[in-house]
């Protein structure tokens, strides 16, 4: 229970106005359709959301990952997020967190990429702690949250 409690709060921290607005399912123009198809070749079980009708939001699978992608109403993408698992981060991170963090293991990674910036959400478990680090691909890092066990 507690687990849920934290990736709910996690993800509500991480979406992009999720308090603002109720986003809905709904379809998108041919320009974003197009360039849609053309970035992700191959996702699946593609769901489309708007909050204001000018940014619109894909939650698909692509290759066994979730993945959301955020378009504007223009066709251009505008960021991406996707889980990763532990070893799919690169390598300084996981070694800068193992040393910074010892005793806690990776329990989820989110990627955010926009434009030419990537930045990485790791939610590390320990015995008696979740703690979410925002850190960069060359490991500079800063804690988000750290939350107690109960």
Known sequence: MKKIILLVGAALLLSANVLLAAPYETTV??????AFNEAFTGATDVKWYTEDNRTYTA???LSNTKVTAFYKEDGSLVATSRYLQADQLPLKVSARLNKKFPGNSIYCVVEYTAEDSVVYFVTLESSDTWTVVKTDPDANFKIQSRLKKA
Do not use: D, R, V
């Open 29 to 34: 123009n041919n320009k974003i359709n197009s």
């Open 59 to 61: 939650k698909f699978t």
